[in-house]
Structures are given as structure tokens and as C-alpha cells.
């Protein structure tokens, strides 16, 4: 059994698997944004910083959607998606964080590098770092058996 593991309608549900769980509603939360009456302005940016599109919304459903499999299946499944989750989340806010575009929604190889303030900078890619910090540094603490 692995640690912070539950018996749930027979089956064992570690923590890693709920952390996936916690991932699909999150993901889906940020697939909606645009969707939700008031929490876009005038120019279609959630809470006025994320300019997000079709493309966006998509990648954060199927991150959802392969968040809710991976919970479903098996701790193993959920211990890979957060690695790989939060490798290449983590990953995209550290590019952004850098140069103004991230690498999921090809903004960087479509914008190039962009002259934002730093403020903006930190305030649009905290998301992605938090999220895929979380997920790495949840396999660090909960994988253990």
C-alpha cells in the first residue's frame, strides 16, 4: 500500500490519485474562464491578464481529461501524469517567465520573445508554475510506499 492510500467503493485511492482528481476540476475550471459572464474584459482577458483562446481552453480540457484517466486507473498512471504535467506546465512558466510566451500554445514560436513588464510576467505565468510545481513536488511527497 502507499502512503495516504483510502479504500473507496473498493477501490485504493492513494493520494496521488486524488491529486489528480484535484487537477481534472482545476483544469476544467481554466478551460471555462472564458465562458463564466465577468470574468473577461473588454479585449477577452480572464480577470484581465490571460488572453485566452479555443486552443487554450482545449489543451487545458484534455489536461483535464487526461488528469480524470490517470486518477481513475491507477496510482502508477497518476504518479505519470504529474510528472510529465507538471515537467511540461512547470516548464512553459519558466519559458514565459522569461520571455513573455510560452511553449504549449506555441506562443513562443509564433510571438517570439515579448517586451512585458515583469509584474505581468509573474501574474501570467504563475498559473502554469504553481500547477506544475504542485504536481512534481506531489510525487516527491506522496509516492512513498
Known amino acids: 500500500?502507499?502512503?495516504g492510500t483510502t479504500t473507496?467503493?473498493?477501490f485504493n485511492v492513494t493520494m496521488l490519485r486524488y491529486v489528480s482528481f484535484g487537477f481534472t476540476f482545476s483544469l476544467l475550471i481554466a478551460a471555462?474562464?472564458?465562458y463564466?459572464?465577468?470574468?473577461?474584459d473588454t479585449e477577452g482577458r480572464a480577470f484581465?491578464?490571460?488572453a485566452l483562446d479555443v486552443f487554450d481552453d482545449s489543451l487545458h480540457f484534455f489536461s483535464a481529461l487526461w488528469a480524470l484517466i490517470a486518477g481513475l486507473m491507477s496510482h502508477r498512471a497518476a504518479r505519470i501524469f504529474l510528472i510529465y504535467f507538471g515537467a511540461l506546465y512547470f516548464g512553459d512558466g519558466l519559458i514565459g517567465l522569461v520571455t513573455g510566451s510560452g511553449y504549449l500554445d506555441f506562443g513562443i514560436f509564433n510571438y517570439g520573445i515579448q517586451d512585458f513588464t515583469i509584474m505581468f510576467k509573474?501574474?501570467?505565468?504563475?498559473?502554469h508554475l504553481t500547477l506544475g510545481g504542485f504536481a512534481m513536488f506531489s510525487v516527491w511527497i506522496w509516492n512513498r510506499k
Do not use: Q
Open 1 to 3: 500500500m502507499h502512503c
Open 122 to 127: 509573474i501574474l501570467s505565468n504563475l498559473p
Open 8 to 10: 473507496w467503493l473498493g
Open 36 to 40: 463564466i459572464p465577468g470574468l473577461t
Open 48 to 50: 484581465g491578464i490571460f
Open 32 to 34: 471555462s474562464l472564458n
